[in-house]
């Protein structure tokens, strides 16, 4: 009887063992992601993705993209997947890259200054056009933007000063903010301009064009890269070879965030949105993870 106490206690010692392993093996991976509708679409499919096909648990942190670099380059924070480059973000990128790893391009994308059909080409199509005279009343003197600091703020910043936009301002609030005076001023017939950027849903609720660049301030096509803090493909490298292979194709983004928007834009429109696009292609995402 002692003999076979002896190995139950030893069965049940290494049930804890592979317990404990488990539990050590199922810790969540932490992803970044900012309150943009493209990252918001980006980041909860592949928290769906990984904890349905790999049965990896993920949380997910929101906060400003400067915050989250400075969290990935600590490791407070293993993936960051809506880092621009080489624009937008490319400053930040910069400072941090020697203790980040690029596991590569998840889609598409453009930044710039936009204006709505309202405002005859003829008159405004590139950003030069905006010193016409007359032109700074008829958009209130403003450039709207996002969240102070990020890149695209940072960008604005140089368009007013490289072409000379003189008594005009950068009005700062954030995504929700930027687009809802956007309407505001519309229903009001107003002429607007705003730092935009595509993939976006503001290009299928609203006709907006974007405006030329000809100094090259907001840069050419950019690309979106998902970034995770160093050591984190060593030690999780199933997760970082899905991240190496998550590609979303930009209709499909843009539709996604769309019909959340149609949804009510709440979290559980956007949660419903992801899940049925999961449902729907299943098989492509298990491939990324093989």
């Known amino acids: 009887m002692r003999h076979n106490n002896g190995i139950g206690g030893w069965l049940s010692g290494l049930a804890l063992a592979v317990i404990s392993l488990s539990s050590q093996a199922a810790e969540p991976v932490k992803i970044g992601w900012v309150k943009w509708a493209d990252a918001e679409i980006a980041a909860k499919l592949a928290k769906v993705v990984l904890e349905k096909e790999a049965n990896q648990p993920v949380t997910l942190q929101s906060a400003s993209i400067g915050i989250h670099f400075q969290a990935i380059a600590n490791g407070t924070i293993d993936i960051v997947p809506m880092v621009w480059l080489p624009t937008s973000h490319g400053e930040l990128w910069a400072n941090y890259k020697d203790k980040l790893d690029d596991l590569g391009v998840e889609y598409q994308g453009k930044v710039g200054v936009a204006v709505p059909s309202i405002v005859p080409e003829s008159e405004v199509a590139t950003i030069d056009d905006l010193n016409k005279p007359g032109m700074k009343e008829k958009f209130g003197g403003m450039l709207l933007t996002s969240e102070a600091g990020n890149g695209q703020y940072k960008l604005g910043q140089q368009a007013i000063k490289d072409y000379n936009l003189d008594g005009w301002k950068l009005v700062a609030s954030s995504e929700t903010g930027m687009l809802t005076e956007l309407d505001r001023r519309l229903k009001r017939n107003e002429w607007s301009l705003i730092n935009a950027w595509s993939p976006h ?90």
């Open 201 to 290: 849903w503001m290009f299928a609720k609203w006709p907006l064009r974007y405006l030329t660049d000809t100094k090259g301030v907001y840069g050419g096509p950019e690309e979106i890269h998902v970034v995770a803090r160093k050591g984190f493909a060593e030690q999780n490298p199933k997760v970082a070879n899905f991240f190496r292979h998550y590609k979303l194709k930009q209709n499909d983004l843009e539709k996604m965030m769309n019909d959340a928007r149609e949804a009510g834009g709440s979290d559980a429109a956007v949660d419903k949105v992801v899940l049925d696009y999961y449902e729907a292609n299943k098989a492509t995402f298990a491939a990324m993870l093989q």
